[in-house]
């Protein structure tokens, strides 16, 4: 069973960053990926970013120059890194990791908005 806890949603004006952290309850390097995404209301839930185990990565097309996802294996954190915010970026952020089966956070509300 792998517990994940996300932090560092809130309310930013448009233009503005963010920084989410979801700490894992288990060593990262057993995880075969890692990752983020996003369901605004309404609408599905979506891929925003993930890191594979091998070190890739991937990034919606919407948030690529704006996002990035890192590790801190040291920490079992994984974070993801929100830059050049816009209203549509606006949704709950969930983190997600894979270890034979999925586990998913309990999800953190990012609002955009002046």
């Known amino acids: 069973q792998v517990q994940l806890v996300e932090s560092g949603g809130g309310l930013v004006q448009p233009g503005g960053s963010l920084r989410l952290s979801c700490a894992a309850s288990?060593?990262?390097?057993?995880?075969?990926?890692m990752g983020w995404y996003r369901q605004a209301p309404g609408k599905q839930r979506e891929l925003v970013a993930v890191?594979?185990?091998?070190?890739?990565?991937n990034y919606a097309d919407s948030v690529k120059g704006r996002f990035t996802i890192s590790i801190d294996n040291a920490k079992n954190t994984v974070y993801l890194q929100m830059n050049s915010l816009s209203p549509e970026d606006t949704a709950v952020y969930l983190c997600?990791?894979?270890?034979?089966?999925?586990?998913w956070g309990q999800g953190t509300q990012v609002t955009v908005s002046s």
């Open positions: 997600h990791a894979v270890r034979m089966v999925s586990y």
């Open positions: 288990t060593s990262i390097a057993s995880l075969n990926r």
């Open positions: 890191l594979t185990k091998d070190g890739s990565t």
